[in-house]
């Protein structure tokens, strides 16, 4: 397992500081139409995953994102190849989820953006397809089953989090640091388990870690 710092995916959230009570008590209401946009490119039904803020996402088998994974397991086994045009728009979607994701978790009040990566911080890198195993995409998802077992558990214990970190935005404006701090490194956590198992860029085994 690699270092947490420098493994091929970091996730990170700038801290907001100050908070708005209004967009916070009804955060839940103001995110319908964002998750709308994001349930209609991501798709649903089929293999579950977690995307980079942690949570669980059920894809379709015939969905964007279970074709993206499919054909790049195909593409990496048989040609040892990773069109790069493939992994910008896999990442791109999973940075616009983050945001998304951070937005619901009231890890910011910036209403997520499709472009911009405002508060929200995801980057991974290039693989050298060359460089990976070419046998390992097809049981990277089986290997990580352990991840899966305990990102359940830290997302349940995130989300209860989130909901003492609600009451304690509308009482003093701000998101306890620590309870931030907690969230993020889910998300953190999530992001090297995706990169590893379903975007298939690194080798390397995720470390076990929250930083």
């Given at each position: 397992?690699?270092?947490?710092?420098?493994?091929?995916?970091?996730?990170?959230?700038?801290?907001?500081?100050?908070m708005d009570r209004l967009t916070t008590f009804f955060?839940?209401?103001?995110?319908?139409?964002?998750?709308?946009?994001?349930?209609?490119?991501?798709?649903?039904?089929?293999?579950?995953?977690?995307?980079?803020?942690?949570?669980?996402?059920?894809?379709?088998?015939?969905?964007?994102?279970?074709?993206?994974?499919?054909?790049?397991?195909?593409?990496?086994?048989?040609?040892?190849?990773?069109?790069?045009?493939?992994?910008?728009?896999?990442?791109?979607?999973?940075?616009?989820?983050?945001?998304?994701?951070?937005?619901?978790?009231?890890?910011?009040?910036?209403?997520?953006?499709?472009?911009?990566?405002?508060?929200?911080?995801?980057?991974?890198?290039?693989?050298?397809?060359?460089?990976?195993?070419?046998?390992?995409?097809?049981?990277?998802?089986?290997?990580?089953?352990?991840?899966?077992?305990?990102?359940?558990?830290?997302?349940?214990?995130?989300?209860?989090?989130?909901?003492?970190?609600?009451?304690?935005?509308l009482f003093t404006g701000t998101y306890p640091r620590?309870?931030?701090?907690?969230?993020?490194?889910?998300?953190?956590?999530?992001?090297?388990?995706?990169?590893?198992?379903?975007?298939?860029?690194?080798?390397?085994?995720?470390?076990?870690?929250?930083?």
């Open positions: 397992m690699a270092d947490s710092s420098d493994y091929a995916a970091r996730f990170d959230v700038d801290y907001p500081g100050q955060r839940l209401i103001w995110a319908i139409p964002i998750l709308i946009v994001l349930g209609l490119l991501s798709d649903t039904g089929g293999y579950y995953y977690y995307d980079a803020a942690g949570n669980a996402v059920k894809s379709a088998g015939g969905g964007i994102t279970a074709g993206l994974f499919l054909a790049t397991v195909l593409m990496l086994v048989f040609r040892q190849f990773y069109p790069r045009w493939w992994f910008d728009f896999g990442v791109e979607l999973a940075r616009f989820g983050a945001r998304v994701s951070a937005y619901l978790f009231l890890l910011t009040d910036k209403y997520p953006s499709t472009v911009d990566a405002q508060s929200v911080h995801l980057e991974v890198a290039y693989p050298e397809a060359a460089e990976l195993n070419r046998w390992l995409p097809l049981v990277k998802w089986l290997l990580a089953i352990p991840h899966y077992v305990v990102l359940a558990v830290l997302g349940l214990v995130a989300l209860l989090v989130t909901i003492v970190a609600w009451f304690a935005i620590g309870m931030f701090d907690f969230v993020v490194g889910v998300g953190r956590w999530a992001t090297r388990v995706w990169a590893y198992a379903f975007l298939l860029v690194t080798d390397v085994y995720p470390p076990f870690s929250l930083r």
